[in-house]
Structure formats: C-alpha cells, structure tokens
C-alpha cells in the first residue's frame, strides 16, 4: 500500500523493502537517506557510487564517530547530525509546496485532547507520513 503512495508522490522506482533488500539489488546510487535508522553505513557502504553520500536522518553517536574516519579512508561520505535551521531553507520548502512540488502527507488529525492516541498510534511506527493535533479556537 505504501510503495503506491510513495510512487503518487512522483518516484519513478520504488523498492518495497518488506519484498526487496535493495543492498543486494546491484544497484549504487549516488545518495541513500536513512529515515528510520535500518541502513548505517556498514549495510549501506557497498550500495553508494563513488563519491556517493548516505544522509542519516536518525543519526547517533556512531554514526557521528564515523564520519571523519569514512571521509579519510573512502570517497564517500556519512552526513549526519543537527541540520541548521536557516529561514532560506524554510522559503525555499515554502516555494516548493506552493508550486505543488512538495506534497506534505498527512495521516490522521486528533484534537489536542487527544494527544496520548496520537502518541500511541505514532509509537506504532506505521504512520504514513504525518499526524497532525487540531487546536480548537474561540468563535
Ligand atoms: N517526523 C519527524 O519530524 C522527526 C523529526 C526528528 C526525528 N524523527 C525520528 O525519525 C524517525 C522516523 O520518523 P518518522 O516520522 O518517519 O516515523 P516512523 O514511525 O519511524 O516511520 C514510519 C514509516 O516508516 C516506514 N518504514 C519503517 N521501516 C522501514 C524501512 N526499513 N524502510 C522503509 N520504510 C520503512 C513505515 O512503513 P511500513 O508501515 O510499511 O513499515 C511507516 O510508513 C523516528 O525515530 C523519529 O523519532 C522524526
């Protein structure tokens, strides 16, 4: 179900990774971006083009260790760590939604009281995408 929803947001190839383990596909590619913490650079390495980056948005201590040692003994690279909040990216991601380029995806919405359904169900790690909490106004 989730490998259409990633392809209506435009990917043009799309590995279900409950059916395919992409580091055993032959394919390299020029950047990985690990979004739930499955693919470190010890799994991912053989799958990066020289040159190639792995962005790891889940990234911990050893991911940060790493970096300096992998930039010294490869071409390729482990981003990893706090990204820079920096209003032009925000105008940026701005631009892109109002041109329709990026489409957020929202999951489900629960009102403010009831945020401890909402944890639960994100706690699952099966949203899709984003849960939203509506906070009601006074007419
Ligand atoms: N969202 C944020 O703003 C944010 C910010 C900072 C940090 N984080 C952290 O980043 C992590 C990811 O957050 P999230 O918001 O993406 O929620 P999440 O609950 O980790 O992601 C759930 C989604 O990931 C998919 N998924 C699980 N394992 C996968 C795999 N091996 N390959 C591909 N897809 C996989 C699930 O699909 P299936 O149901 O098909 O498995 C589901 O659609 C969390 O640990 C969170 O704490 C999130």
């Given at each position: 179900m989730n490998v259409e929803l990633v392809r209506s947001l435009?990917?043009?190839?799309?590995?279900d990774y409950t059916a395919e383990d992409f580091t055993q596909n032959g394919e390299a590619y020029d950047v990985i971006v690990d979004t739930v913490g499955t693919a470190p650079f010890s799994r991912?390495?053989?799958s990066?083009?020289?040159?190639?980056?792995?962005?790891v948005v889940l990234g911990g201590l050893p991911d940060m260790l790493q970096i300096p040692w992998v930039s010294m003994t490869s071409t390729k690279k482990v981003i990893a760590g706090p990204a820079a909040e920096r209003a032009q990216d925000l105008l940026f991601l701005a631009e892109l939604a109002e041109k329709g380029h990026f489409k957020p995806v929202i999951d489900r919405r629960y009102p403010f009281e009831q945020i401890a359904e909402a944890h639960h169900y994100v706690d699952t790690g099966r949203k899709k995408g984003n849960v939203v909490i509506t906070l009601a106004h006074d007419a």
């Open positions: 435009g990917a043009d190839h799309v590995i991912s390495k053989a990066l083009k020289e040159r190639g980056r792995l962005l």
